[in-house]
């Protein structure tokens, strides 16, 4: 499994973890251990602006695209500009370029609420309730796969 998140000063994979995310410093995040002693990384300093990253690893706008994977996707646009597709799969990271194209197309392009995308099969819905509806369609998944190999 690829890993979404490190940090990036143990290298630990923080992917599903909490994590501090530096605002000044493009793409860098912390474990909560190393932020607790206050680890620097050149550029990073201790004193910077930071926000605190819970699990996202549930899906908002379709089932096979988790949270982290949708902020990955439009911080990889915003970073590397629009069009430039080979950089932005490169940084979400998970998916190939032609899931990163189609999957904005489908979800913003596309989107009923354009320019922002259209979250009324969200809307009201927990945490608990969208980890559910993933499992869901993989049992799904798992019973199609079962039933072509026999």
Not at 65 to 75: A, C, F, Q, S
Not at 94 to 112: G, L, R
Request: net charge negative.
């Amino acid at each position: 499994k690829v890993s979404l998140y490190h940090c990036n000063y143990c290298n630990k994979d923080i992917s599903g973890k909490i994590r501090i995310k530096c605002v000044l410093c493009q793409d860098f995040d912390l474990c909560i251990e190393c932020f607790s002693v206050g680890a620097e990384v050149t550029p990073h300093k201790s004193n910077h602006p930071y926000r605190t990253m819970d699990n996202l690893s549930f899906p908002l706008m379709c089932p096979d695209w988790n949270t982290d994977e949708e902020m990955l996707l439009l911080e990889g646009i915003e970073m590397y500009g629009f069009g430039n597709w080979n950089e932005v799969t490169e940084y979400v990271g998970t998916k190939s370029k032609f899931q990163c194209i189609d999957h904005y197309n489908a979800v913003y392009m596309n989107s009923p609420c354009f320019p922002l995308p259209d979250l009324s099969h969200v809307m009201g819905k927990s945490r608990e309730e969208l980890f559910a509806m993933v499992k869901g369609r993989e049992v799904m998944k798992d019973i199609v796969n079962i039933l072509q190999i026999l």
